[in-house]
Each structure stands twice: as C-alpha cells, then as structure tokens.
C-alpha cells in the first residue's frame, strides 16, 4: 500500500516544513534570490528547483537503467 505524501515532501523525500528562512540569496539552481534553505545542506533554494531537479535525476537515472537492461 502506497504511503501518503506530505504537501511539504517534495520527490526526493526531503521535508521542507521546517526549512529555515533567511535574507534572500541566489538559489543554487536557478540564481533567483531564495529564501528557504535546502533542508539538507542549507544552502539557498527554492523547493519548485529542488522538485523538478530531483525528478530529472529520477528520469536521467531511469533512462540509463533502462537503456542498460535492453
């Protein structure tokens, strides 16, 4: 049975409920000013980069393990 995902739970797995809030800085992805920082290595970034950054992983990774299995 499937768990159920928080709304603050991006694909990673990463909590972001209680990301600190700080001064705007560049976001580590994308150099727009950030105020959340990354739950893990709090460096600045918004969670929509952190999401979509963790999904191309999952595809880039998919992609070479299928492409390995054929």
């Keep these: 049975m499937a768990r159920a995902r928080s709304a ?3 694909t990673d797995g990463l909590d972001w ?8 800085q560049p976001c ?9 920082r990354h739950p893990k290595t709090l ?5 929509t980069c952190s ?6 992983d999952l595809d880039r990774a998919a992609a ?4 390995a299995a054929s």
């Design 8 to 10: 603050a739970t991006d």
């Design 64 to 67: 070479a393990y299928n492409g």
């Design 51 to 56: 999401d979509a950054k963790a999904a191309a």
């Design 43 to 47: 460096r600045p970034c918004h969670k």
């Design 17 to 24: 409920s209680h990301a600190p809030v700080r001064d705007p």
């Design 28 to 36: 580590v992805l994308c150099g727009r000013p950030a105020l959340l």
